[in-house]
């Protein structure tokens, strides 16, 4: 695995793994369902050298991956934290390793990680961008816009996106819900808006002749339109459609993203560290693509600012040619955790303080928690 310098080892002395819920801006719908507040579990790694925050991106119910957040907290709490507990000292590089001997799980994986990661940074006194290898001050932010039932309230609803200045709109689309509201949407905004398409997994094979007609509306892709397993399959529809084909839920590692684009089955990915098992694995999968010449860009999972800061540190690289789902935090959340990412001319500010850059602002914190486990060394 390809890292960047890390500081040395720090003893891992706890891990707090803190329950919040947080109420939805509006209802966000998908192909596998719709989401209306977030129950999401933060990891704090208490280290010999600090604390630091991780965000396990694992939704309640197992409809996007195999994880699902009560899982994620359980094999935290028996597995993961019992091996780095063993070690006497843990490094960033080594966390992979160290928990390679349990399979999957790489939303935990990357959570725990996270926090680690981020409270050596902070010991350090360096970024999480630095320490990925950013290059940008500012990362080109896109939105994600679910499905709705009235192409109308669609049509407004990504209308006021556009005018807060966002690069680049996602449609989220069904079988059912795509070729006239992707018609109507490219109607309405014109041929310069950057628009693409997102199906999470809703589509076969046979549909191919159907979503061949959204080659007429000069999207910027398509998005994982197959179950995830079927990476042949992709490889199949990109031969049978013009639109750029991109991989979101296939790419669960390196080798994952070097079997898609070496089959054909698509020429843009999605990287979404907590999907990838962390963040040094998406700069892996980032390097790749970029030594092959195939473009990524960023993904979310409704993260609060505690994974939206490392998503945006992450974005910051150099072959994020595409605009990500690294949208202001006022698209999901009334109030975040931490001071809020904001829209500035269709960019988002890369933090650049020590680890993360933020942290939770303790009296919103106190407010959303609906539990904490504390698990320390025996």
């Given amino acids: 695995m390809l890292v960047p310098d890390v500081p040395a080892g720090t003893r891992l002395e706890a891990l707090e793994l803190r329950r ?14 719709t989401q209306q507040d977030r129950d999401i579990l933060l990891v704090k790694a208490i280290t010999s050298e600090g604390e630091g925050w991780g965000e396990c991106v694992a939704m309640s119910s197992p409809v996007y991956s195999s994880e699902y957040i009560d899982g994620a907290q359980q094999v935290i ?35 725990v990680e996270m926090a680690i990661l981020d409270a050596e940074l902070r010991g350090a006194g360096r970024s999480f961008a630095h320490f990925l290898g950013g290059v940008r001050d500012f990362v080109d932010t896109g939105v994600s816009v679910g499905i709705h039932d009235d192409i109308g309230e669609l049509l407004d609803t990504v209308a006021g996106y556009v005018e807060e200045g966002y690069m680049r709109i996602k449609l989220k689309i069904e079988p059912g819900s795509d070729i006239d509201h992707v018609r109507a949407v490219r109607e309405k905004f014109g041929p310069d808006l950057l628009l693409q398409v997102d199906a999470n997994t809703a589509y076969q094979l046979s ?59 698509c020429s843009i990915i999605n990287i979404k560290a907590g999907r990838v098992g962390g963040y040094l694995e998406a700069k892996n999968i980032h390097d790749y693509c970029s030594s092959v010449g195939v473009p990524v860009w960023c993904g979310g999972m ?39 990412f ?37």
């Fill in 207 to 265: 549909d191919a002749e159907h979503l061949a007609q959204l080659d007429e509306y000069n999207l910027l892709l398509i998005e994982q339109p197959l179950p995830e397993e079927e990476v042949r399959a992709h490889a199949e529809l990109a031969a049978k459609v013009s639109t750029p084909i991109c991989l979101d839920e296939s790419i669960t590692s390196t080798q994952a993203a070097t079997d898609a684009i070496a089959l054909g089955a």
């Fill in 77 to 111: 709490k028996s597995f993961l934290a019992p091996l780095l507990f063993a070690e006497r000292s843990i490094d960033v590089p080594r966390v992979a390793d160290v928990l390679m001997s349990i399979k999957g799980h790489r939303m935990a994986k990357a959570a």
């Fill in 302 to 340: 409704l993260e609060t600012g505690i994974g939206r800061a490392a998503n945006v540190a992450l974005a910051s690289l150099p072959n994020f040619t595409l605009p990500g789902d690294t949208s202001a935090s006022d698209r999901y959340w009334a109030t975040d955790i931490t001071e809020p």
């Fill in 342 to 378: 904001v829209l500035e001319d269709g960019r988002v500010r890369v933090p650049t303080g020590p680890g993360l850059g933020v942290e939770p602002i303790p009296e919103i914190l106190e407010e959303v928690t609906t539990a904490i486990e504390t698990i320390r060394v025996s």
């Fill in 20 to 33: 919040i819920a947080v109420p939805m801006k509006t209802p966000f719908r998908t192909s596998f369902g």
